[in-house]
């Protein structure tokens, strides 16, 4: 258990829909980042919040936005979904306090997303 | 610009055999090093990292990793698989700088023969 929870864990929508994806990270973690895995591929870094801001962003179209709440949870909203989105989203924390790199992240068990 | 590489999408291994998943990364600073273990239908596990200390480094479940920055390389070993060990595997790299985003690599599947 890493304490880091995801919902819901599947969900199903229909192409164009919106859909939002939440995230309790663990306890005295301040920073949460997501990433996107698709079947057969590596996690793909969609982007980090640090205090409620967005600090860092991979190569991802801007339907996909975030939020991180006082309490440090997070959504990942993700926009027009197209068939390519149906993927595992995973969410990770980590006190890696903005800007230090390489503490170590602690990861959820994922939402698996499906767009039919 | 930072990358990983895994070598071999599946590896098959017997039961108490050597496990060995190889990995080479490209990083323009020095890099912090990961491998996360998947197994299905879950989340990724921290198997071990390294942060510039010890070039060997020890994880859980009896695997560890060689730092070797003149072959850019992190490649895991494990003495003798298990059963339990059959599972994804992804390493991954992270900047010292610039922020957090860690890039993964594109994963190898460990199966374990009886």
């Known amino acids: 258990e890493t304490g880091v929870t995801q919902s819901p864990t599947h969900l199903i929508k229909t192409r164009g829909q919106q859909v939002t994806l939440r995230c309790s990270s663990q306890?005295?973690?301040?920073?949460v980042s997501w990433y996107q895995q698709a079947l057969g591929q590596g996690p793909q870094f969609i982007f980090q919040?640090?205090?409620?801001?967005?600090?860092g962003r991979g190569n991802f179209p801007p339907r996909f936005s975030g939020l991180q709440f006082p309490n440090y949870s997070s959504e990942l909203n993700v926009n027009a979904l197209e068939l390519d989105d149906s993927a595992l989203y995973l969410c990770?924390?980590?006190?890696?306090?903005?800007?230090?790199?390489?503490?170590?992240?602690?990861f959820g068990e994922g939402s698996w997303l499906t767009v039919v | 610009a930072q990358s990983v590489t895994q070598l071999g999408s599946h590896v098959s291994v017997s039961e108490g055999a050597l496990v060995l998943l190889r990995c080479n990364y490209s990083?323009?600073?020095?890099?912090?090093l990961f491998w996360y273990v998947q197994y299905p239908n879950q989340g990724l596990q921290l198997l071990l990292k390294?942060?510039?200390?010890?070039?060997l480094v020890k994880g859980i479940n009896g695997f560890e990793a060689e730092f070797k920055k003149s072959e850019t390389s992190f490649h895991l070993t494990k003495p003798s698989a298990h059963m339990s060990d059959a599972a994804e595997y992804f390493c991954?790299?992270?900047?010292?700088?610039?922020?957090?985003?860690?890039?993964f690599g594109a994963g190898t599947r460990l199966f374990v023969k009886a």
């Open positions: 990770a924390s980590s006190n890696g306090q903005g800007v230090i790199s390489g503490n170590t992240i602690y």
């Open positions: 306890s005295g973690h301040n920073t």
């Open positions: 919040y640090y205090r409620e801001e967005e600090n």
């Open positions: 990083s323009s600073v020095p890099p912090y």
């Open positions: 390294y942060t510039s200390a010890a070039t």
């Open positions: 991954a790299v992270s900047a010292h700088t610039g922020g957090f985003k860690t890039i």
